[in-house]
């Protein structure tokens, strides 16, 4: 079964990050904004290998902020050419945003544990680098959907100020971000792991979920709201038989009781967004809008 990023943007390209979702947004906003694509920055190696991200930077309108993209689906993370993605973050970068096109250790090989410790140092290396992208680092906001969401949802609710003891430079910054958009995100992976009596047959097709009850509340965001998390839009479709649309609810309920800003978009759809995905891509550039404006 394909991940639940490729069940999304399949309409659009074949190979597109695995043929993953919001895509398909791509044919209908056309790539017009001046740019600079900075590709294959290297964030940190593991067992040999580059970890690394794509940088799109307008040219004529840059407004300072940066949005980060998780490339997740089913905890898989591919490489694309940037110049084949890059009509995807039009929306973004037409309105002055810095786009940062991260990827993570990839299951079947790493798993989830991995891909967070990917993501919170990819952050920590862009915001140690802010200048090179003429970004402000505290202005940094992530977005990602399903998996990407689940990761976006993890580095609003676990955010450190950083290791001052490290020796490593970029594990003494620290990864926190301004704003969060999860799309269709799993919160609560205790009842997603193959192990647990809940776990919907579909979930057996993700190896990365193949983790201990006890293990997979480390990785649930949905435990650790507190009151210093990011903002958070978070969108759900009431169709969507993946990834339920409590897990929308149920993280939107804690951040409520924390008295977090926040936003919950239940929309009648399925996990792939059919017939909303205009609309889900505006109700995300419109958040960061708002959230990421210079202090």
């Not at 407004?63 to 929306?91: D, H, I, K, L």
């Not at 792939?272 to 202090?295: C, D, P």
Request: a negative charge; aromatic letters at 10%.
């Amino acid at each position: 079964m394909p991940s639940p990023c490729c069940l999304l943007w399949r309409p659009f390209v074949a190979t597109l990050f695995a043929s993953c979702v919001l895509l398909s947004i791509v044919a209908e906003v056309p790539a017009q904004t001046p740019i600079e694509i900075v590709p294959d920055v290297v964030y940190g190696h593991k067992d040999g290998l580059a970890m690394t991200f794509d940088v799109f930077k307008p040219t004529e309108n840059s407004n300072g902020a940066a949005v980060v993209f998780m490339v997740s689906g089913g905890w898989r993370s591919r490489w694309t050419p940037p110049e084949a993605t890059r009509g995807f973050f039009e929306p973004f970068l037409v309105k002055g945003f810095t786009v940062l096109s991260v990827r993570h250790g990839s299951s079947p090989k790493y798993g989830i544990p991995d891909a967070v410790s990917d993501v919170r140092r990819a952050i920590r290396f862009i915001r140690l680098h802010a200048d090179d992208y003429g970004i402000d680092e505290k202005r940094i906001g992530v977005f990602g959907m399903s998996a990407g969401g689940h990761l976006s949802l993890m580095l609003a609710t676990t955010g450190d100020d950083g290791q001052s003891d490290s020796t490593d430079p970029v594990l003494k910054v620290s990864n926190r971000v301004k704003s969060v958009a999860a799309v269709v995100p799993p919160s609560d992976l205790r009842i997603a792991v193959w192990s647990d009596h809940e776990s919907l047959p579909a979930y057996r097709s993700y190896p990365a979920l193949d983790m201990s009850v006890e293990q997979a509340a480390e990785y649930s965001p949905l435990l650790f709201v507190t009151k210093d998390d990011a903002p958070a839009l978070i969108v759900s479709g009431s169709l969507d038989e993946l990834v339920p649309p409590k897990h929308g609810q149920w993280i939107a309920d804690a951040y409520e009781k924390e008295g977090l800003p926040h936003k919950f978009l239940l929309l009648e759809t399925n996990h792939g967004l059919q017939n909303k995905r205009a609309e889900v891509m505006s109700s995300i550039v419109e958040w960061f809008a708002e959230t990421l404006q210079a202090e």
